[in-house]
């Protein structure tokens, strides 16, 4: 029944792994995003997808690459990670003028 | 640039007192979101005001919407522990929701 699922919910892992964040969304809603939550709670959106076609890419590196194979899945891939990658992650997903559906976040730890 | 700024960044209130966050933006905004964010959990969404002047109640929660929408605000009146979260403001800037930095709640009880 969830309505936006991503999984994991905790990933430790050690720097210059490469690790995938996967989300499913059961709305039937045509646009997701991932968004990163820093240690201050604050919240910036990284990558959104309309329709499996990639329309906003926030100034992130190039070291993390969203894919999106339809419109109900979107996942993230990290490559070498660093340090500073640790934060907890969100997918969403939206229909216009509606408010945003997120998932319970990914909590990512990188030692 | 494409930001709200949201106020106050902490409030610590005594169970049963009122809380209010605002968000102020420097340009006439085409809608408002609020999200709630319990502690370990995800923002939920709460409500999208649209219109100028625009005031909407949620139980306890009251949202208002600016004249000149450019600010917004969020009042709890007397709080609950169950209260307890970050409230987020957030804005559709084309086709992105830009969010407020938040204002955690905490009440005592």
């Known amino acids: 029944d969830t309505a936006v699922s991503q999984t994991p919910k905790y990933l430790v892992t050690q720097m210059g792994n490469d690790k995938s964040i996967k989300c499913e969304q059961n709305l039937g809603h045509d646009t997701m995003y991932w968004y990163k939550q820093d240690s201050k709670k604050f919240l910036k959106i990284m990558f959104s997808?309309?329709?499996?076609?990639?329309?906003i890419n926030e100034t992130v590196p190039n070291r993390f690459s969203p894919k999106s194979p339809d419109k109900a899945h979107l996942n993230l891939h990290i490559n070498s990670l660093e340090l500073g990658d640790s934060a907890v992650y969100f997918c969403?997903?939206?229909?216009?003028?509606?408010?945003?559906?997120f998932g319970s976040g990914t909590r990512l730890t990188v030692v | 640039g494409q930001q709200v700024m949201q106020i106050p960044q902490y409030q610590h209130v005594q169970e049963g007192e009122d809380f209010t966050t605002y968000c102020n933006s420097s340009?006439?905004?085409?809608?408002i979101q609020w999200y709630k964010q319990r502690p370990g959990g995800h923002p939920v969404f709460l409500i999208q005001?649209?219109?100028?002047?625009e005031v909407k109640k949620q139980k306890r929660l009251t949202f208002q919407f600016g004249e000149a929408k450019k600010n917004s605000s969020l009042h709890i009146t007397a709080t609950q522990t169950t209260d307890v979260g970050t409230y987020f403001c957030a804005v559709e800037y084309g086709n992105k929701l830009v969010f407020g930095a938040g204002t955690i709640l905490r009440v005592k009880s």
């Open positions: 997808y309309n329709n499996k076609e990639l329309i």
């Open positions: 340009t006439t905004l085409s809608n």
């Open positions: 005001l649209v219109k100028s002047g």
């Open positions: 969403a997903s939206s229909r216009r003028l509606y408010g945003y559906t």
